[in-house]
């Protein structure tokens, strides 16, 4: 009903975000080729609205499903673009609370990506794969503790002597 609504009040983001939510579910029902059908829908008019958050969603569930059917190289795709936009929307993403819930889903799309490499590094040990892999792995977890530090506005300087900050800041 929510579909057939926003779709005949001409609200595209609103209806890719419906189709999204019915390719989850299709997803988590193991139906990935009803899944595919809604999700390349959404991200069709996720591109069309630049709703780069759901955008980025679409393209991690994908990615997931790709994964799921043996894609491997497929599924990389889906998984870079998903974490290349991700990555991008981390500024823009100002309430806490919310940036640590966008930030969980960044962990979770970054674990996918390096699973994959890995997978690609066992058929192809020469390609460089796992050297990709662990790249990949450093900057998620710098990316968290940039987060956290962010999160807890410390004032890491305080107990800190001036003799000791100056070359720092130098």
């Known amino acids: 009903?929510?579909?057939?609504?926003?779709?005949?009040?001409?609200?595209?983001?609103?209806v890719s975000r419906i189709l999204l939510k019915i390719g989850q579910i299709y997803f988590l029902q193991n139906r990935a080729g009803e899944a595919r059908k809604h999700l390349l829908r959404a991200l069709e008019l996720n591109k069309s609205v630049k709703n780069n958050f759901d955008e980025s969603q679409t393209l991690?569930?994908?990615?997931?499903?790709?994964?799921?059917?043996g894609k491997t190289a497929e599924a990389l795709r889906l998984a870079e673009r998903s974490i290349e936009?991700?990555?991008?929307?981390?500024?823009?993403?100002?309430?806490?609370?919310?940036?640590?819930?966008f930030f969980s889903s960044v962990y979770d799309r970054y674990e996918l990506y390096i699973n994959l490499l890995m997978r690609l590094h066992?058929?192809?040990?020469?390609?460089?794969?796992?050297?990709?892999?662990?790249?990949?792995?450093?900057?998620?977890?710098?990316?968290?503790?940039?987060?956290?530090?962010?999160?807890?506005?410390?004032?890491?300087?305080?107990?800190?002597?001036?003799?000791?900050?100056r070359p720092e800041k130098e």
């Open 60 to 69: 991690f569930i994908l990615a997931r499903i790709e994964t799921a059917e």
């Open 1 to 14: 009903k929510a579909l057939n609504s926003f779709s005949e009040k001409n609200n595209p983001r609103q």
């Open 85 to 101: 936009l991700t990555e991008n929307l981390s500024s823009d993403v100002l309430n806490t609370k919310l940036k640590s819930n």
């Open 122 to 165: 066992r058929e192809r040990p020469d390609a460089h794969y796992a050297l990709r892999a662990l790249r990949a792995a450093e900057k998620s977890r710098a990316r968290v503790l940039l987060e956290n530090l962010s999160l807890s506005q410390g004032d890491f300087t305080k107990d800190v002597g001036p003799e000791n900050i």
